[in-house]
């Protein structure tokens, strides 16, 4: 279990440390542990309320434009510290320049940024140490084991993580002798993630993280995302899966065609929680609609595949009308089925009427011009 790695990596990062830097982090623990811990007021419902923390992504008003190509539409955007925030979106929407922008690869064209309180674009070396980025594609150090691609990406830093902690977080201990060019791609996945975690960034960018993945790899590296909330990190992930950002995701925006057109929680984007559900099921033989009762059969009908197909805002109530219909006349309903939206649903609700992608954004090779 990776919360059992976790424990493992802390107890044994912490008994390596020197006895003044052991005491050090503990005090500084403890001073976190009293700021964060309610004082008597709170405890009794005082309207006592603490002063909320900067977010750890701002962006106000963003325009980014490539020619007469707008790809970038005025966007406000806030993610806050330790979430895992989803930034969905159809292919051109906007979505990776946005992103390259929040890295510091791109300069914006007009508005507000800030990364960890500070420009990207202008951003000193210090702060990309607090920051980490997975790409969606990337090779193995060639000829490198697991071990020894870690230990050479800490050399990047001035404060990096312990490499065996960074093994032990992601899973790969085992595999830390093995080539990393010999890795399935799951593993070869997790070693990703540990380059990215090795520096101990604040926020970490994921970017389509299990893009080829079969099943049970894409589960296994879910694993991992979740276990980086658990450290007290920030992730920043884009991703296709819908199933992923529902189960990764505390927040979820989506942008269409340079703009944002829904933000929310996996329950809540979209009015997703207010939609009607569809209880539907294989009729007996020869049923006919009329036949159902009658606080139902108004608004029942019958779909191409032959089910009864019955939208619902009382599921409950509904269900308890047909299934007493039903046995009082000795019917059976097979493939009783109730449905909700899904977030997949919600999303090409959102998005199908997104003009064609192709134009909204520039080719992978377009770049801005160098910092200064």
Sequence with gaps: ??????DAAVAQRDAALPP?????????ALQRDAALSPTPAEDQGSSVSSIPEDPVISIRALHKRYGENEAVRGIDLEVRRGEIFAFLGPNGAGKTTTVEILEGFRQAGAGRVQVLGINPWRAPSAWRERIGIVLQESEAEPGLTVRECLCLYAGYYRAPRSVDETLAL????????????????????????ALALVGDPELIFLDEPTTGFDPSARRAAWEVIAGLRDLGKTVFLTTHYMEEAERLADRIAVIA????????????LGDRQLSVAQITFAPPHEMRLGELPATLAGHADQGPDGRIVLPSSSVAADLHALSGWALARGLKLDDLEVRRPTLEDVYLDLTTDDPDPTTNEPSPTTNDQPRS
């Design 20 to 28: 003044d830097v052991a005491n050090a982090r503990h005090d500084a």
């Design 1 to 6: 279990m990776l919360t059992n790695s976790l």
């Design 257 to 268: 065609a340079g703009e944002i057109i829904a933000q929310g929680t996996p329950h809540t």
């Design 170 to 193: 992601v899973g790969l201990s085992e595999q830390a002798q093995e080539r990393a060019s010999a890795l399935s791609g799951g593993q070869r996945r997790r070693l990703d993630v």
